[in-house]
């Protein structure tokens, strides 16, 4: 089964900055590698997909990039609205799935 | 329009069965490679799934939880159901179903609060 190590845990940035996040896999994976928004009280959205595809409605800030076990989530600039938790996702093995541990981007 | 919606108890007993209905609008469960995952997050952490079902009628669960878990589609209510066995305190979760497509989750329910206390 793949492990996936997201870091930080926490970053802590201000309006305007770069956010860069990581996730690694506990073994090289295919490109199907995604990544989710979680804002308190509310369920997940789909930012990326397949490593670097954004999805529907994403700002093209928002962007995803790597391969085998690196992958890096990467906000251009960030806005008020993006600080929130990050999980990356990935195909675990015959039709298993696995998460991160979550990035938690917070206001400095 | 897309939408999915959780429904089924707030509060379970420990020992006891816990049931969740999904209800989907805007797709149909009967599409070949068609997926609907459950997924639960319990308080402050992270995300966890637990078992996915298809329009194929392949069903597959998370490797700790299989025993105690059931999944099952009933296309002409475009529902999927989750059955968890033998709930203890460590399974309150937020409980959420999505659908799969892509390889990813790209939508998702609003998340139902199940805790399991006495």
């Known amino acids: 089964e793949v492990v996936l190590t997201q870091s930080p845990a926490t970053l802590s940035l201000s309006p305007g900055d770069r956010a860069t996040l990581s996730c690694r896999a506990s073994q090289s994976v295919s490109n199907f590698l995604a990544w989710y928004q979680q804002k308190p009280g509310q369920a997940p959205r789909l930012l990326i997909y397949?490593?670097?595809t954004r999805a529907a409605g994403i700002p093209a800030r928002f962007s995803g990039s790597g391969s085998g076990t690196d992958f890096t989530l990467t906000i251009g600039s960030l806005e008020p609205e993006d600080f929130a938790v990050y999980y990356c996702?990935?195909?675990?093995?015959?039709?298993?799935?696995?998460f991160g541990q979550g990035t938690k981007v917070e206001i400095k | 329009q897309v939408t999915l919606r959780e429904s089924g108890p707030a509060l379970v007993k420990p020992t006891q069965t816990l049931t969740l209905t999904c209800t989907v609008s805007?797709?149909?469960?009967?599409?070949?490679?068609?997926?609907v995952i459950w997924i639960r997050q319990p308080p402050g952490k992270a995300l966890e799934w637990l078992a996915v079902a298809d329009g194929d009628g392949d069903k597959y669960y998370s490797t700790s939880l299989k025993t105690r878990l059931t999944i099952s589609m009933d296309p002409s209510k475009n529902q999927v159901v989750l059955t968890m066995t033998d709930m203890d305190p460590v399974d309150t979760a937020t409980y959420y179903c999505a659908r799969v497509q892509l390889r990813a989750f790209d939508y998702w329910g609003q998340g139902t609060l199940v805790t399991v206390s006495s």
């Open positions: 397949d490593t670097s």
């Open positions: 805007g797709f149909s469960l009967t599409t070949s490679g068609m997926s």
């Open positions: 996702q990935q195909r675990s093995g015959w039709r298993g799935w696995a």
